[in-house]
């Protein structure tokens, strides 16, 4: 197993337009994570997926943000009529659920919307 | 709700010389704690993480971290810095009784090193 992948790397768009993101966790973690990281600050939690049930959603995840994992595997994340604010790097993560394990992150998605 | 304080924006160490990385949180309860590591473009590994038992735990690549609960501090340390070290590093924590994956971060400390 190669680790978190994600797809693609680097995303550019015009403002309104949708985008979609890919995250295909590490294959036996049950648990995904989706973060956003703007420049020059750290990641902020935006949901997780136990399985295919997304279990918390952050305040920070508007209406026009969707994630899904439908078969508990790879999840996608869509952002619906993208606005500037919107630019930033997309990060996901997977675990497994157990006691004192941690989270392995992957390469991240940088989104410019222009 | 659980927060990370970072004081330091950016610090710069001579190839060699020592270095800490400070990192302050503010949880109700015992926190798990975690340093990860970022470099330019790219995602976030994990150099260590404290969940309970020895207060000094060791990392990869040399680093170790000292929990001191009196202080809500979990300090970054090297006793010698690589080139390779320049990257942001970010402390983060994790909430008891939730997912490990879940974590508050810091707002990151940039190390950039002198040769």
């Known amino acids: 197993d190669t680790g978190v992948s994600q797809n693609p790397r680097h995303k550019i768009t015009k403002r309104g337009q949708n985008v979609t993101f890919r995250c295909d966790p590490i294959s036996e973690h049950n648990r995904l994570y989706w973060y956003r990281q703007t420049l020059g600050q750290g990641p902020e939690f935006l949901t997780y997926f136990q399985n295919e049930a997304q279990l918390e959603k952050s305040r920070l995840l508007s209406d026009r943000f969707s994630a899904e994992r439908p078969k508990g595997s790879f999840s996608t994340l869509e952002i619906q009529r993208t606005e500037q604010g919107d630019s930033a790097m997309y990060l996901c993560a997977s675990s497994l659920e157990y006691a004192n394990t941690e989270a392995f992150f992957g390469q991240g998605t940088r989104l410019t919307v222009v | 709700a659980q927060s990370v304080t970072q004081p330091d924006i950016h610090i710069t160490v001579s190839e060699g010389a020592s270095l800490e990385l400070r990192c302050n949180y503010s949880y109700g309860a015992t926190p798990y704690l975690f340093w990860y590591v970022q470099s330019p473009g790219q995602g976030l590994q994990l150099l260590l993480k404290?969940?309970?038992?020895?207060?000094l735990v060791q990392g990869i690549k040399g680093f170790e971290a000292e929990f001191k609960r009196s202080q809500s501090s979990f300090n970054l340390r090297k006793p010698s810095v690589h080139w390779s070290d320049a990257a942001e590093y970010f402390c983060?924590?994790?909430?008891?009784?939730?997912?490990?994956?879940?974590?508050?971060f810091g707002q990151g400390t940039i190390l950039t090193v002198h040769p």
């Open positions: 404290y969940f309970s038992g020895d207060t």
């Open positions: 983060a924590v994790g909430a008891q009784g939730t997912s490990y994956g879940k974590l508050t």
